[in-house]
């Protein structure tokens, strides 16, 4: 009889447990096309290997350079195997150049917790979680708390595209960087399935 009270209360706790929606941390493995001649924006698994931008050039075929964009000194830095060695960020979008066109696979999980923090006046480079439920750009709009635009770079056209409630409403891509603009400093834990 104990045996049987105990596996009641046992099944309700995995009931209750069961209704609540738990974070994914799920593994990743992506394939990302990378353009020569054009600045690709690349989005990192929030939790991966790389530590630095010399750890990140070694292990994209072919590449050239890599840049961030720092909201501290409203400057990009660069690291061609030369320059600023800059760390790699959770949650930060980079710029990768490519002496040939290719592809490279990229490996690591997601942070469900993490939160991005988003600098007002500042273009904030951001990576979007691979497992991300914005499907497009409206959608991430709404998403994104005192967002004031959303903007991608698309290599097809070598343009920017930019939504700001209106505009472009291009695909969110994994493996793509998003430019995020907002009107007040705060920050962003990115919806995820």
């Known amino acids: 009889m104990r045996n049987k009270a105990l596996l009641l209360i046992v099944a309700a706790l995995l ?11 799920m593994g990743f493995k992506i394939t990302i096309p990378l ?15 790389y530590t630095n931008a010399a750890s990140l050039l070694a292990d994209v075929p072919n590449a050239s350079s890599v840049q961030r964009w720092d909201n501290a000194t409203g400057t990009f830095q660069s690291y061609t195997g030369r320059g600023t060695n800059f760390p790699v960020i959770e949650g930060e979008g980079y710029i990768i150049n490519v002496n040939t ?18 600098i007002a006046g500042y273009a904030n480079y951001v990576s979007i979680p691979y497992n991300t439920t914005a499907t497009n750009a409206t959608t991430l709009f709404a998403q994104v ?4 635009s959303v903007q991608r770079w698309d290599n097809p056209t070598g343009t ?5 409630g209106r505009g472009t409403n ?3 891509t994994p493996g793509e960087s998003i ?8 920050t962003w834990i990115p919806p995820h399935y």
């Open 15 to 25: 009931l209750a447990v069961g209704t609540v929606t738990a974070g994914s941390n």
């Open 35 to 49: 353009i020569a001649g054009y600045a690709n924006y690349v989005s990192l698994p929030y939790r991966n290997s």
């Open 101 to 118: 066109s290719g592809t490279w696979v990229v490996v690591g999980s997601d942070d469900p917790s993490f939160a991005v923090p988003l």
């Open 145 to 148: 708390p005192n967002v004031s």
């Open 160 to 164: 920017f595209q930019s939504y700001t």
């Open 170 to 172: 291009f695909p969110v």
């Open 179 to 186: 430019i995020v603009n907002v009107n007040t400093t705060c």
